[in-house]
């Protein structure tokens, strides 16, 4: 079984900065690829933020230039630092994991964690 906990979301003015945080459980983070979704009330889910095992990362343009995705193997955790947070960038932001992260292929989550809360306004 694997578990998901995401935290650190909160209220912030536009032009701060959040860092959310994901933990994940059992032994299948070391070899996942992980990434942030985004969803807003009557809004499309967006991914946000891929990081892959090698590090390599991925942004969508929406954030390009402000967030930053980052891993630490030894803790289980995948990071999300967010700058220059604009009102758009309000949502739920959920952490997830492919657990068969297979060349060639794009991100396919296979868990989900439970979301935290990050609203940017004056």
């Known amino acids: 079984q694997v578990q998901l906990v995401e935290s650190g979301g909160g209220l912030v003015q536009p032009g701060g900065s959040l860092r959310l945080s994901c933990t994940a459980s059992?032994?299948?983070?070391?070899?996942?690829?992980m990434g942030w979704y985004r969803q807003a009330p009557g809004k499309q889910r967006e991914l946000v933020a891929v990081?892959?095992?090698?590090?390599?990362?991925s942004y969508a343009d929406s954030v390009k230039g402000r967030f930053t995705i980052s891993r630490d193997n030894a803790k289980n955790t995948v990071y999300l630092q967010m700058n220059s947070l604009k009102p758009e960038d309000t949502a739920v932001y959920y952490c997830?994991?492919?657990?068969?992260?297979?060349?060639?292929?794009?991100?396919?989550?296979?868990?989900w964690g439970q979301g935290t809360q990050v609203t940017v306004s004056s």
């Open positions: 997830n994991a492919d657990i068969f992260p297979l060349p060639g292929r794009g991100y396919r989550p296979d868990y």
């Open positions: 059992g032994n299948i983070f070391s070899r996942s690829a």
């Open positions: 990081i892959r095992t090698s590090g390599d990362t």
